[in-house]
């Protein structure tokens, strides 16, 4: 089975700087997908960002986007020029077939 | 309505209940899932629709039972529920493809479901 590690519980980033949350994973299939969601309190899941295995360039998303290191099999998430509206969770997820596997996320806190 | 739609927003029901779930896609996907969080725990896989066919059930207990009538709606039945099935409870749609993995897949608001 597919693991999604996400070791950053917990971030803070001031208001306007950059910030990477980290995500790895572990796979032997070739053809995959990496997806960013961003869960505010409130509960909903918003989709972010996408990055297929057989991209060649790095995902970018307006402030938002995804360092791709393949052979490291790692997906970064960086988000410049935080805002606090980008206080929430993080929620990095892989799929090489019909389900999305999901990492245990990561609480990002914008202070002022 | 746009995007995916899910009601309630809350259900607190007691044990013995039976209460449906509803979820709505208008993104003209064919493929719907139910997912569940708990709390401090990542989000679970429960059911996967494609084309109005269920193609993935993982393990998931008897007592939630999925229907999928059409493409664009989706419904978890719940009866005897526990109080550690409290969580909540995430709809999500995608295209999909055979021979390939999803594609983004796009949730509802969710529906905080209580047991008592």
């Known amino acids: 089975a597919q693991k999604i590690t996400q070791t950053q519980p917990g971030m803070f980033v001031q208001e306007k700087e950059a910030v990477t949350l980290d995500c790895t994973y572990d796979t032997s299939d070739p053809s995959y997908g990496l997806f960013w969601y961003k869960q505010p309190s409130s509960g909903e899941m918003i989709f972010l960002i996408y990055?297929?295995?057989?991209?060649?360039q790095n995902a970018t998303e307006g402030r938002y986007s995804l360092n791709f290191q393949k052979a490291r099999k790692s997906a970064n998430l960086v988000i410049s020029a935080s805002q606090l509206g980008d206080s929430a969770m993080y929620f990095c997820a892989f799929s090489s077939g019909y389900a999305l596997n999901f990492g245990k996320g990561t609480s990002l806190l914008v202070t002022p | 309505e746009t995007g995916v739609t899910q009601t309630p927003r809350h259900l607190v029901m007691g044990m013995t209940n039976k209460k449906s779930l509803k979820c709505e896609q208008h993104l003209g996907h064919n493929a719907m899932y139910w997912y569940k969080q708990s709390a401090k725990k990542p989000l679970e896989l429960m059911f996967v629709?494609?084309?109005?066919?269920?193609?993935e059930n993982n393990s998931v207990p008897s007592r939630f039972s999925p229907e999928c009538p059409n493409s664009s709606h989706l419904f978890l039945h719940l009866h005897t529920l526990q109080p550690e099935d409290s969580a909540l409870y995430l709809c999500?749609?995608?295209?999909?493809?055979?021979?390939?993995?999803?594609?983004?897949?796009?949730f509802g608001p969710g529906t905080r479901l209580t047991v008592l």
């Open positions: 999500a749609s995608s295209h999909t493809r055979t021979g390939r993995f999803t594609d983004t897949q796009y």
């Open positions: 629709y494609s084309l109005e066919e269920r193609v």
């Open positions: 990055q297929g295995s057989y991209d060649q």
